[in-house]
């Protein structure tokens, strides 16, 4: 593979793949697939947007380098924005593979135990480790698919709160963490993470001044 002029940019994407092929397995392969296709994006419009600048020299007029930067930076944030939706798919598809989820509640019976849950989670200062304990405790098989399940895991985001520890302790609890999909929740957060750090370093090198003296 030909090496981006980029290296930073170029390790970030590598590390997000790295993490991501160990995953690309069975029923998960097609959202995770998804997700490194989006990332790999990147690269194609970083190589881009440099030869774009190569053409322009460092003659080329400043609003036509602008509108190449503009264009590469609406272009990642596509690009990511459509890998977050597919991992959080991916996540999410995990999640109902490990968790069980009782067929005969209905939307309300689930909106109503989930408000009764937040309240109870909302005195927490530590809503992950709460959660966590309520799982073990609980005998009602609602409440487990609410607290372990994308609820749980979508109420903890707000709060701000890392889902990295409580999906290693969930994954721990359920003993499923030699499972594709035991691995695709522990991986969540690094992935979240991996993915940030592309976009970072996107960024960053659109805006180093040597861009516009490419060779």
Not at 11 to 31: D, H, M, N, T, Y
Not at 189 to 210: F, Q, Y
Request: glycine share 6%.
């Amino acid at each position: 593979m030909r090496r981006m002029s980029d290296p930073e940019l170029e390790r970030a994407i590598e590390a997000v793949q790295s993490i991501l092929q160990p995953l690309r397995l069975g029923e998960f392969s097609e959202k995770i697939g998804k997700v490194s296709i989006y990332v790999q994006s990147v690269a194609k419009s970083w190589d881009a947007c440099c030869k774009a600048m190569q053409t322009l020299g460092q003659r080329g007029a400043e609003d036509s380098k602008d509108a190449m930067a503009s264009g590469f930076r609406a272009s990642l944030k596509n690009s990511l924005h459509f890998a977050r939706i597919n991992l959080d798919a991916a996540l999410v598809q995990a999640l109902q593979t490990l968790v069980w989820r009782p067929k005969n509640p209905t939307k309300t019976d689930e909106s109503r135990k989930a408000a009764a849950l937040k309240r109870a989670f909302d005195r927490s200062a530590t809503p992950g480790k709460a959660m966590l304990q309520h799982y073990i405790s609980s005998s009602d098989p609602l409440d487990k698919w609410l607290v372990a399940g994308p609820w749980g895991h979508e109420y903890l985001r707000r709060r701000g709160m890392d889902l990295e520890e409580f999906d290693l302790a969930l994954c721990e609890i359920l003993e499923c963490g030699s499972s594709v999909a035991g691995k695709i929740v522990q991986s969540y957060t690094r992935i979240c993470r991996a993915i940030d750090e592309v976009e970072r370093s996107a960024l960053e090198a659109v805006e180093k001044p040597r861009l516009a003296n490419l060779k």
